[in-house]
């Protein structure tokens, strides 16, 4: 079966810095990669969307990268502000909505 | 314009009771898919609703079921509950068959099953 799998160990940084999450998947082809967001108490925002025929997006500070043969995305934060601290989902998914996985999240915490 | 809306958003029911959730969507838009979210499995995927019609199903056992009204909003529901349905249990909604298209999530129902 489909496995994603990111940092379950919460990632720490200073505000300034450049945080890198890291969202790797087993035994599946997706179509497309999302990011989301999610802050305690809250339903996931939506950040930004990667297709399999694009290696790199950019949305603001947000950069996302997708690499279908090691099987993984990378989602950067630049100049990380103490605001960006939240839990982030990578989800994955076919063109037709068939079979769409969430990750488990990788908790950010951006220290001043 | 109006985010996702979910109600209720806590709920404590005992176990083999029925539950409903409801969920209303952004104005405009026709699908809506349901997730469950617990610590352990993180957001699982229960199925997705467009145009009144279940168009995806996750793994779930049948005792998890939903529909959709004309006006797109749309319901869950779950039979004999167990204990390890207590979850956090979102719905997003998109223009129009999710998946690659931006979800709204709304703020979730929190279901406590004692």
């Known amino acids: ?15 300034g810095k450049t945080a890198t999450l890291t969202c790797n998947y087993t035994n599946y082809s997706p179509a497309y990669l999302q ?13 930004l969307l990667i297709r ?22 990378l989602f ?6 103490p605001a960006d601290s939240a839990t982030y989902l990578c989800a994955l998914g076919a063109y037709n909505f068939n079979k769409f ?11 001043p | ?31 809506v898919s349901w997730y469950q979210q617990t610590p352990g499995q993180g957001l699982q995927f229960l199925f997705e609703y467009f145009s009144e019609t279940q168009r995806n199903k996750g793994n779930f056992p049948g005792r998890f079921s939903g529909r959709q009204f004309s006006n797109s909003r749309s319901e869950m529901n779950v039979s004999t509950l167990e204990l390890g349905d207590s979850a956090l249990y979102l719905c997003a909604s998109s223009l129009v068959t999710s998946g690659e298209n931006e979800q709204f ?6 279901l406590t099953v004692l």
Do not use: M
């Not at chain 1, 799998?5 to 200073?14: K, P, R, V, W, Y």
């Not at chain 2, 809306?5 to 029925?18: A, E, N, V």
């Open chain 2, 105 to 110: 999530f709304g703020p979730g129902t929190r």
């Open chain 2, 1 to 31: 314009k109006a985010g996702v809306t979910q109600t209720p958003r806590y709920l404590i029911k005992t176990r083999g009771q029925q539950v409903t959730l409801s969920c209303s969507p952004i104005s405009g838009h026709r699908s």
């Open chain 1, 35 to 47: 990011w989301y967001r999610q802050d305690p108490g809250r339903g996931p925002v939506f950040l």
């Open chain 1, 52 to 73: 399999e025929n694009e290696k790199e997006k950019r949305k603001e500070r947000l950069q996302v990268t997708f690499d279908t043969t090691l099987k993984q995305s």
């Open chain 1, 76 to 81: 950067h934060i630049t100049a990380s502000q």
């Open chain 1, 1 to 15: 079966s489909q496995k994603i799998e990111q940092n379950s160990e919460a990632l720490n940084i200073q505000e």
């Open chain 1, 101 to 111: 996985y969430f990750g488990s999240g990788t908790k950010l915490n951006v220290k």
